[in-house]
């Protein structure tokens, strides 16, 4: 497709329980970034993925976080243990050059 | 600790009532400055990047300039097309491996009264 696709697009999961979010970047770009937005809040980084490099996990908030990026393409990010903390909009973006696109997010609410 | 501070967090204008957006910054060394746009239940949507005090870049009725503390996005007869929430986001150089991440501000959310 033409942009990035996430999905689902909304998940609402019991607390405690794990829950996977999955990134289709752009095609052919190299780098992927997943960030998260609260109510009231700005977007937070999480983790950047550059094409075979040991992803930039300085962001993720926990251990209960972790994202992989398969094949340099398609991304999911884990989260085990949800937490009511956790409710979110989960944003993902990928960049080839300069400037990043984003997908519509996937809406997690936590129960 | 990179940080971005946007006011006003919300601005109701009239059509063709002409106003501007804040963005105030602190960096460790500016790399780029991006302008972004959110309508609900979507994804930013790239608007501008400066680069340098001094840059002025336009788009339609929309047009954001730099100085070395701050950012406006002005907004010039605007429509109720234009109503969405505003982001702004700085990039710091250097950058950690390549990472270009962004720090972004809470947003300005702008609605267009027809």
């Known amino acids: 497709g033409a942009g990035v696709s996430q999905s689902p697009s909304n998940k609402v999961t019991e607390k405690g329980k794990d829950v996977e979010l999955r990134c289709d970047p752009i095609?052919?770009?190299?780098?992927l970034y997943w960030y998260r937005q609260s109510l009231g809040q700005g977007l937070e980084f999480l983790i950047y993925?550059?094409?075979?490099?040991?992803?930039?996990k300085s962001g993720l908030p926990s251990d209960r976080f972790s994202a992989e990026r398969t094949g340099g393409s398609v991304s999911t990010l884990t989260i085990q243990r949800t937490q009511q903390e956790d409710s979110a909009v989960y944003l993902c973006?990928?960049?080839?050059?300069?400037?990043?696109?984003f997908g519509s997010g996937t809406r997690l609410t936590v129960v | 600790e990179d940080q971005v501070t946007q006011s006003p967090e919300a601005l109701r204008l009239q059509e063709g009532e002409s106003s501007s957006l804040n963005c105030s910054y602190t960096?460790?060394?500016?790399?780029?400055l991006f302008w972004y746009r959110q309508d609900p239940g979507k994804g930013p949507e790239f608007l501008f990047t400066?680069?340098?005090a001094g840059e002025e870049k336009e788009k339609e009725r929309l047009k954001a300039t730099l100085t070395k503390k701050e950012s406006f996005l002005h907004i010039t007869a605007p429509k109720p097309e234009d109503s969405a929430t505003y982001l702004c986001?700085?990039?710091?150089?250097?950058?950690?491996?390549?990472?270009?991440?962004?720090?972004f501000g809470t947003g300005t959310r702008l609605t267009i009264i027809p």
């Open positions: 986001a700085v990039q710091a150089r250097p950058y950690n491996f390549g990472n270009e991440k962004l720090t």
């Open positions: 960096v460790s060394g500016l790399r780029g």
């Open positions: 400066l680069y340098s």
């Open positions: 973006a990928s960049s080839f050059t300069r400037g990043y696109t």
């Open positions: 095609s052919g770009h190299t780098a």
């Open positions: 993925f550059q094409g075979n490099s040991a992803p930039d």
